[in-house]
């Protein structure tokens, strides 16, 4: 029998009756209901529950967390998933896990299981995208409590359906290597791919340079959001950018802050900023403190940049290594060398094989062009060698642009939450 929160799915809007079954049933027949747990006990518990309270569902397991990098494959792109994720059993594994789901949004729902009442996890799990919990011993009670929590959200989207921003931070291993520059031209280049909406945000707290590089001031900065987060829409939003060649800009405080050692957190920002944008471009200070750090783990990709010169490369081995020791995965890191010159420095190949990672790309030197831009505070042409070299880079890194698309229905979010339902 139906649970009443999923009777709720599938009548809200008054968009079910009963004639409506058959073709439910064959568009959730592509749809996926997953439990990710290693404790297979409670994994049968809770799939005997789903299998009591919901005909002829078909649950998957997964019996091992997939590394953050396997997550694509593990949860196929374009098909709608219900993931109960088993946070317990090895807690900051499935953070991360939570993590990178969450940056999936709307195609996964992540439902938390827990196993005991305790509020520092739970809250965890919904920063880090959880939009329900489930404390063991699991009921049909709670999961029909978590079902009617995802009707209301379901209620609430739009009729556009967005695909969260790819996000990029840019990361200098050391001052001087050029990562603002960098950072900014990749978000005009991803303009003029398509990208309808593309944010640049400097969240460099200490040393922010955009508001330079580019000739522009505000009256806002990153912090004025920051502290407005409760209060964030497209209205506020919209008074603190500021548009520069079609990509609207965050810029940090005009002054160093005397507080910044208390800023330890930018989500509030970043995730606003994702469900808006389809293209986000951060400029950070570097890869060290819980401000940088956060950032790391919450973007799509860090953009790691040093010079071939040996004291930058020594910067970008410790980088590296800090970031490895503080849970931000290898596989979302690409090491860009700026400034390359092939008879000057180290080697391509050399530097891979010293820092044990691939170099992603490297971007030749081009002072000329780089220093015009900077004094017009204009994106480098595109003609230039630098320029060609960046819309390379930001074509690799993003692919195709997505456009949003309309749903067919308003059954739309149901029909990503399970594989099959009663007849």
């Known amino acids: 029998m139906l649970s009443s929160g999923l009777v709720d799915l599938l009548l809200w809007n008054g968009s079910y009756s009963s004639s409506d ?30 299998v009591a309270q919901i005909e002829d569902i078909t649950v998957h397991r997964l019996q091992a ?31 991360d896990l939570l993590a990178e789901m969450g940056r999936m949004s709307p195609h996964v729902h992540v439902i938390a299981l827990l196993d005991g ?23 049909a009670d709670q999961l029909d409590a978590a079902f009617s929590k995802l009707a209301r959200l379901q209620s609430s989207t739009d009729q556009v359906a967005r695909e969260p921003a790819r996000m990029f ?30 944010l640049l945000a400097d969240l460099d707290m200490l040393a922010g340079t955009l508001s330079f590089v580019l000739k522009i001031k505000s009256t806002f900065s990153f912090l004025d959001a920051l502290n407005r987060a409760g209060e964030l829409d497209a209205d506020l939003w919209s008074a603190m950018v500021t548009e520069v060649h079609g990509v609207e800009v965050l810029l940090a405080p005009e002054l160093m802050l005397e507080n910044a050692n208390d800023l330890v957190d930018p989500s509030a920002v970043l995730e606003f900023a994702r469900q808006t944008y389809d293209a986000v471009v951060v400029d950070t200070g570097g890869a060290y403190g819980a401000w940088n750090l956060n950032i790391a783990r919450t973007v799509s990709d860090v953009l790691l940049v ?18 490895d ?19 000057v420095g180290l080697s391509r190949e050399v530097i891979g094989t010293a820092l044990h ?20 505070g204009k994106p480098i042409a595109t003609n230039t060698s630098f320029g060609k070299a960046v819309g390379l880079l930001a074509e690799r890194l993003i692919g195709p642009i997505k456009t949003p698309q309309k749903k067919t229905s308003s059954l739309g979010g149901l029909l990503s939450l399970f594989s099959k339902t009663s007849k």
Request: hydrophobic share 45%; proline share 6%.
């Open 65 to 95: 967390y997939p590394s953050p990098r396997d997550l694509p494959t593990a949860l196929a792109s374009g098909i709608g998933h219900l993931v109960f994720l088993d946070v317990s059993t090895e807690p900051e594994r499935a953070l």
């Open 357 to 376: 990672t691939e170099v992603f790309e490297t971007l030749p030197s081009d002072y000329d062009s780089v220093q015009r831009a900077l004094l017009e």
């Open 325 to 343: 020791s503080n849970r931000v995965g290898r596989w979302k890191i690409h090491l860009v060398i700026n400034r390359y010159l092939r008879d």
């Open 117 to 139: 009442d305790d509020p520092d996890l739970i809250l965890r799990c919904l920063r880090a995208g959880a939009v329900e919990f489930l404390v063991y011993p699991f009921t």
């Open 169 to 198: 931070a840019v990361m200098p291993a050391k001052g001087g290597c050029g990562a603002t520059t960098l950072g900014a031209n990749l978000a005009f280049h991803f303009k003029k791919m398509g990208a309808k909406r593309v």
């Open 21 to 50: 079954s058959m073709t439910i049933r064959e568009a959730l027949a592509s749809r996926r209901l997953i439990i990710m747990s290693p404790n297979m006990p409670r994994a049968d518990e809770l799939e005997a529950i789903l």
């Open 306 to 323: 040093a010079t071939n010169e040996l004291p930058a490369l020594q910067a970008a081995q410790r980088s590296l290594s800090y970031l």
